[in-house]
């Protein structure tokens, strides 16, 4: 099982989500043929600002544990404000001393 995370935009969560699914493809083959197991991708792809696909259910479904959708957009958007607001203190910082 091979589990990859990311937080794109909003608008971007369904490519994302097959873009994973197609880039570890040749990986998964590859472990299963040499190992001869049954493996698979578990794209959990949560928006900035908590958006998920349809399909995020079932493939948490696929992961043992409880997961709950409210805490992985809690989460990501946490994740998002933090962000932001680094990047404005650092321009503020920035104007500030440009200014003396």
Same mark, same amino acid.
């Given at each position: 099982? *091979? ?9 971007? @969560? &369904? ?5 994973? !699914?197609? /880039? ?8 299963? *043929? ?9 794209? @959990? &792809? ?5 958006? !998920?696909? /349809? ?27 933090? !962000? ?17």
């Amino acid at each position: 099982m *091979s589990i990859d995370v990311a937080m794109p935009a909003d608008r971007n @969560v &369904i490519k994302k989500e097959a873009e994973y !699914i197609l /880039k570890y493809k040749d990986l998964i083959m590859e472990i299963q *043929s040499m190992w001869n197991v049954k493996a698979k991708v578990i794209p @959990v &792809i949560t928006g900035a600002s908590g958006s !998920i696909s /349809k399909s995020l259910r079932q493939c948490l479904s696929n992961v043992a544990g409880k997961h709950g959708m409210k805490e992985l957009q809690k989460a990501a958007i946490l994740d998002t404000a933090h !962000i932001l607001r680094e990047v404005l203190m650092y321009k503020v910082t920035e104007q500030m001393s440009r200014a003396k």
